[in-house]
């Protein structure tokens, strides 16, 4: 626990101007970021009295080492600057709203050349227009096959698109007049985008102008006596009716408004958005939150506001947004938020009518919404407690393991072996944290030496982290052999350890910086004792390490002769075995999509600047590699985009290879030899 004033700045130091701070623990992470209106007095704050400050504000204050700002010239940059900072740093004492679903939207995806209409989930893409978010997806389901009626837009996918367009006859909407069929030339390219702006005009709540319109074109038909047409425009207008009746009129016509309310307590506080466009209420989300620093409602607002906004422009953010509380600088907020949208934004509290009706109804969804997570989450809290505690006993650790880590070897037959690290936290899976390994210090089949070189490159890293922060003046000197370093690939990719010089500390979460409390391994004593080797030649004392073996489930400790038998009802062994299902999960996916990656390998994977659209010239001008490896040097520059340099080294590379197997008829055991003609035996 650090004492405050050892890291605080002299008063003459801060300036009094607009800025964002930051505070670092001692290992460099940031971990809380602010903004204010004038640093000096705001920063002042943090480094009175310990006893004066509040519980949450004093942990951390006592938990950070050093203390660092940035001067803006605005409120508004400051907002700008504080929402990408705890974007990029993700500071463990700041609110970080969490999504307490994946919400499905409907997507109109109008950078293609014929618009689809489907259900997305998750990051929003740009070129993408986006409405909801929706409850359930059947919502959205029933809402576009009613529209569909009217504006017949492409809901297939790509490859249903392209077969349709390849045999010239359409899906079975496009024969029951609920698509256009634009993959068969029935509608151009620009009379499908008409269409589909259509869709996205009367979703976005321009619904009265487009139904009157329809009901005038279908009253001058029934005056021409077109009665048909007319009855079908009679059908679209109760189609559409039908649609807007699935979205209450809950404000006046044509009103476009964001209403966030709050519910809190003590320790968490929970967030309900409903979208109105229109006058209808067109979507709905909720967040919830650890109140992890001290924070009042209209703070709670502000992180609501950078959470929902920071990533919107234009019409996603509304011209009206309705808030139980003014930020502490409503002014800025107001300013940012038009900044987003491109014009004016009001930014408000309801007083009366409509509207304060509305946000009652929204504050009762946050309430029930915060009742709901605490009613699941105590039985959660009080179960990974015990399970920790039940550990920490069967151990012998003095504490509870709050960080555990898992490893995991996967490999088939000897081939593609690879290693997995996941981290739980409290229980709980931080998949951000996950990484996988590749073996590359030896060959072959040896999950004992395999998880000996994981956990000496893993705590290695460790080391490399605690020497580059200066927590002691010299790494201490290996008693055994290091493994070589090879590559680490993380859960999006993959890596190689760094020979050079580590990066600048930027306050970033390190790959290995934090240590965990235990180390868990899948297997028994043998790979326990290779665990505690490897730690062991690094000169870390202070982790524990056991390992569960899977065909009874006994925990394994180091230089122990018998294992640590945790009842079956357990609630620690339940939390081990997820740790380590978790790990072999991970393990064996990773080893799945590397042996596929080899399985679907080429011989033209080794020319140099041979991309993928140039292999694929190549394969379908000649059929196969086989008859690629065949042709001359001039028979293969005739591919377009093929030139002599490279067809060259096509040729070169084909020569290089050996020849494939032959195959085998395995009912009559013949060879099976092809020809240009096909196979023959």
Known sequence: MADPSSYRPKPGQIPDSPGVYKFRDEHRRVIYVGKAKN????????????????????????????????????????????????????????????????????????????????????????????????????????TVDLMLRVFPVRTCSAGVFRNAARTGRPCLLGYIGK???????????????????????????????????????????????????????????????????????????????????????ELEAAVQIFHVRGGRVRGQRGWVTDKVENVDTSGLVEHALQQLYGEETGDSVPKEVLVPALPEDPDAVSQWLAGRRGSQVSLRIPQRGDKKDLMATVQRNAQQALGLHKTKRASDLTTRSRALEEIAEALGLDTAPLRIECFDISHLQGDDVVASMVVFEDGLARKSEYRRFQIKGFEGQDDVRSMHEVIGRRFKRYLQEKERTGEWEETPAPTGPVPAPGADTTAPGTASEPDAEPREDDGRPKRFAYPPQLVVVDGGQPQVAAAKRALDELGIDDIAVCGLAKRLEEVWLPEDD????????????????????????????????????????????????????RKQALIKHFGSVKKLK???????????????????????????????????????????????GGSTT
Not at 235 to 258: G, Q, W, Y
Not at 641 to 669: K, M
Request: charged share 30%; hydrophobic share 40%.
């Open 179 to 265: 698509c256009s069929a634009p993959c068969v030339g029935r509608v151009t390219p620009e009379e499908h985008r008409e269409l589909a702006d259509d869709f996205c005009d009367f979703m976005a709540g321009r619904t009265g102008t487009y139904i009157r319109r329809l009901e005038k074109d279908m009253m001058a038909a029934a005056e021409e006596m077109e009665y048909e047409r007319a009855a079908r425009l009679r059908d679209d207008v109760e189609a559409l009716k039908r649609a807007m009746e699935k979205s209450a009129v809950v404000l006046a016509d044509a009103t476009d408004a964001d209403l966030i309310a709050v519910a809190e307590d």
């Open 562 to 613: 018998d294992p640590v038998v945790l009842p079956r009802s357990s609630e620690g062994l339940y939390l081990l075995q997820r740790v380590r299902d978790e790990a072999h999960r991970f393990a064996i996916t990773y080893q799945r999509a590397k042996r596929a990656k080899r399985i679907r390998s080429s011989p033209l994977d080794a020319v140099a600047g041979l991309g993928e659209t």
């Open 630 to 676: 065949q042709a001359t040097i001039d028979e293969i520059c005739e591919v377009p985009g093929i030139g002599r340099r490279t067809a060259e080294s096509v040729a070169v590379a084909l020569a290089s290879t050996a020849p494939a197997a032959p195959a085998v008829n395995t009912a009559t055991g013949e060879i099976i030899e092809e020809n240009d």
């Open 39 to 142: 640093l000096r007095q705001r920063l002042a704050n943090y480094f009175q009295d310990l006893a004066a400050l509040h519980p949450r504000t004093r942990t951390m204050v006592t938990t950070a080492a050093s203390v660092e700002w940035t001067v803006v010239s605005t409120e508004v940059e400051a907002l700008q600057l504080e929402y990408s900072w705890i974007k990029e740093f993700d500071p463990r004492f700041n609110v970080k709203y969490r999504d307490d679903k994946s919400y499905p939207y409907l997507a109109v995806t109008l950078d293609e050349e014929f618009p689809r209409v489907q259900v997305m989930r998750g990051a929003k893409k740009k070129g993408v227009r986006y409405f909801g978010p929706y409850g359930h997806a059947w919502a959205i389901r029933e």
